[in-house]
């Protein structure tokens, strides 16, 4: 079977860490069965939907790496959509009701108080042509429900146990009971579509093979699966995965702007760190940072997907970026480091990079190396750096220079481990920590040095 997988989004808000997970659990899918990855914009609800955001999606998609095959947008198909209501309506399957939305609230209350689950009760199928007629006369306009097949022939009053199955592709056998479920709303009394109708027809249209979403849409699945049947469309592959939480197992929110991509991609972390974090969470393979996509597409195994909550801790996305960075090749870096105007080449990456926490942290410990450097040295100290200034060697430099003239200035002034590495490391950086001097020492030069030692 030739696969096709999408990510619907709905463009009403910035997508977070939480939403790359079933971007990137279908893209990488779709990517190692040679499969077409469709963007599909769920923007059906066009108050709330902004190209701001559709395009700030796409941007992010791409800094992640994810391109897309394929991209579509739901609004320039509401053509389709009113075929396919035009044939449920037909079928007698999508039928109109008039409650309000308290009414409906107030009958789910009275449903809990007697103990009954809270199901629509099809009360609207009651109505008579009179009283429609009145409705309308009356100018309020109905949202319509799909009737779902959960009853006896001819008995729409008393459903009874009605049992969906799939075999999902992360989850294994799934069951619905469709009884357990009110008949859905596919179109409010404005006209506009709710996102079932339209992610069904779209899934057909686009040949979809796999739908892979995250395990809040698994009651959906079942009412979606009736829905395919109505229309004679082919029911495609389901996988519903575990969805990202924080420790203490809060859900993360679009609208609340909690790790969006923008904002950890304007922090500087890695995008393999983001990705990397968004999917090994919650699976049996070790949370590692994964090199690129490719290889992220050989650790995840749908059959290693927790059934429980992915919890994860914000903080590793910082964790698993400086872990890529400290592996990272001059070659990877080069084009930052000329951009940043950097222009110590190799030699300076390899003396920097194990204390980058993100590429960005160059720019600081290129600092060291140009100046202005604020020496740092205690009263105490004003004697030896006198002594060890006398003592540094001429040039050239290299990296053997800093042993020969801290072993030099260790015989002269009698100070050993940290009292004479410090004072040295304070007078010419301004600062207690940062890369070895063995190598900064070649980078800032002679001159440099002595400027910063007087
Ligand atoms: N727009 C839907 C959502 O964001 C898509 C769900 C689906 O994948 O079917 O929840």
Not at 192 to 200: R, V
Not at 435 to 441: I, Q, S
């Amino acid at each position: 079977m030739s696969v096709t997988v999408r990510f619907a989004p709905s463009p009403t808000g910035h997508i977070h860490i939480g939403n790359v997970r079933p971007a990137l659990f279908n893209y990488l899918f779709a990517k190692k069965q040679g499969g077409n990855f469709v963007l599909r914009y769920d923007d059906t609800d066009v108050q709330r939907s902004k190209e701001e955001y559709a395009e700030g999606i796409a941007e992010d998609l791409k800094w992640l790496g994810i391109n897309p095959d394929r991209v579509e947008k739901q609004s320039a198909r509401f053509a389709l959509y009113d075929t396919a209501a035009a044939k449920l309506k037909d079928a007698g399957l999508l039928y109109p009701c008039y409650e309000t939305p308290e009414e409906l609230e107030r009958r789910r209350n009275r449903a809990r108080a007697l103990g009954r689950p809270p199901v629509y009760d099809r009360a609207a199928l009651k109505l008579t042509d009179e009283q429609i007629a009145e409705y309308a006369a009356a100018g309020r306009n109905p949202h319509w429900r799909f009737k779902l097949p959960n009853h006896a022939a001819g008995d729409v009053f008393a459903p009874e146990r009605t049992e969906v199955h799939w075999d999902d592709v992360i989850r294994g056998r799934q069951t619905v009971d469709l009884a357990s479920l009110s008949d859905p709303v596919l179109i409010r009394a404005d006209g506009t579509y709710l996102y079932t109708l339209p992610s069904i027809v779209d899934d057909a249209d686009m040949g979809i093979s796999h739908v892979i979403r995250g395990e809040d849409h698994i009651a959906n699945t079942g009412v979606q699966i009736a829905i395919f049947n109505a229309l004679d469309a082919k029911v495609p592959e389901f996988g519903h995965h575990n969805l990202l939480t924080t420790a203490s197992g809060e859900g993360l929110s679009k609208r609340s702007g909690a790790l969006s991509i923008r904002s950890l991609r304007a922090e500087g972390f890695e995008p393999m760190a983001v990705c990397s974090l968004a999917v090994l969470t919650g699976t049996s393979h070790a949370v590692e940072p994964a090199k690129n996509l490719d290889a992220l597409a050989e650790m995840l195994d749908f059959s290693g997907v927790s059934k429980s909550a992915a919890k994860f801790d914000p903080d590793d996305v910082g964790h698993l970026t400086a872990k890529l960075v400290h592996a990272m090749s001059y070659a990877e870096v080069a084009e930052h480091l000329k951009e940043a105007g950097i222009t110590g080449g190799e030699e300076f990456w390899q003396a920097v990079r194990e204390n980058c926490s993100t590429v960005g942290d160059v720019s600081k410990w290129w600092t060291l190396v140009t100046g202005p450097v604020a020496s740092d040295v205690a009263e105490e100290d004003q004697e030896f750096i006198t002594q060890a200034l006398a003592l540094l060697p001429s040039e050239p430099w290299d990296t053997a220079t800093w042993g020969e003239w801290t072993k030099a200035v260790k015989g002269e002034t009698g100070r050993k481990g940290k009292g004479l590495f410090m004072p040295l490391r304070k007078a010419i950086t301004g600062q207690a920590h940062g890369p070895d001097l063995k190598d900064m020492l070649p980078l800032i030069g002679r001159e440099k040095t002595l400027a910063r030692l007087s």
